[in-house]
């Protein structure tokens, strides 16, 4: 099995920032391409970057230098650097991974999600 843990959500003031983290872990071969979607409440899931195992990078419009995704040295952690934060960014922030499985399978996994607030 392959679990992704979040982490870094919480409280910050318009401007402010955060830093969210995610780990893989448990049966995992190679992670290709890993990424951060979000959840506002009444609205779809949205895709907010993701990464390749290159380092190539793909951004929403909305978070274009505002926010970086990036990735560990051991490449089974990804973070997301949100600066300049917005009332609008407030959401639930999910992480994302397409991982080959040590049996050679491919999985798409979800973390639990983690809170970010947005708020003066």
């Known amino acids: 099995q392959v679990q992704l843990v979040e982490s870094g959500g919480g409280l910050v003031q318009p401007g402010g920032s955060l830093r969210l983290s995610c780990e893989a872990s448990?049966?995992?071969?190679?992670?290709?391409?890993m990424g951060w979607y979000r959840q506002a409440p009444g609205k779809q899931r949205e895709l907010v970057a993701i990464?390749?195992?290159?380092?190539?990078?793909n951004y929403a419009d909305s978070v274009k230098g505002r926010f970086t995704i990036s990735r560990g040295n051991a490449k089974n952690t990804v973070y997301l650097q949100m600066n300049s934060l917005k009332p609008e960014d407030m959401a639930g922030y999910y992480c994302?991974?397409?991982?080959?499985?040590?049996?050679?399978?491919?999985?798409?996994?979800w973390g639990q999600g983690t809170l970010v607030t947005v708020s003066s």
């Open positions: 990464i390749a195992t290159n380092g190539g990078t």
């Open positions: 448990g049966s995992i071969f190679r992670i290709n391409a």
């Open positions: 994302n991974a397409d991982v080959i499985t040590n049996m050679m399978r491919y999985l798409e996994v």
